[in-house]
Nanobody
Framework: QVQLVESGGGLVQPGGSLRLSCAAS????????MAWYRQAPGKQREWVASITTISTTNYADSVKGRFTISRDNAKKMLYLQMNSLKPEDTAVYYC??????WGQGTQVTVSS
């Protein structure tokens, strides 16, 4: 039983930054890899970044160098630091521990 709640989204200008958070409840957070995905209306949900139990990270080419995924196992929190945001980053962002179940998502809109 895992519950995930994303937060931190909002409206930001191109080039701006946002920090997304995902709060996990339940047990086993520290032994599960985590990931961020995003989905724009009418489009497929796409993988953005992942982090292993020992904080090894991987990123989609579209965000590499701009986004940073991190985790705090003591707080059972997952983060996504998003810098140099572009309009194409506009989407609902979701966190997941298994690629199947998700939180409610948080909207990120990048627009001038």
């Amino acid at each position: 039983q895992v519950q995930l709640v994303e937060s931190g989204g909002g409206l930001v200008q191109p080039g701006g930054s946002l920090r997304l958070s995902c709060a996990a409840s339940g047990t086993g957070f520290s032994i599960r890899p985590m990931a961020w995905y995003r989905q724009a209306p009418g489009k497929q949900r796409e993988w953005v970044a992942s982090i292993t139990t020992i904080s090894t990270t991987n990123y989609a080419d579209s965000v590499k160098g701009r986004f940073t995924i991190s985790r705090d196992n003591a707080k059972k929190m997952l983060y996504l630091q998003m810098n140099s945001l572009k309009p194409e980053d506009t989407a609902v962002y979701y966190c997941t521990h298994d690629g199947v179940t998700w939180g409610q998502g948080t909207q990120v809109t990048v627009s001038s």
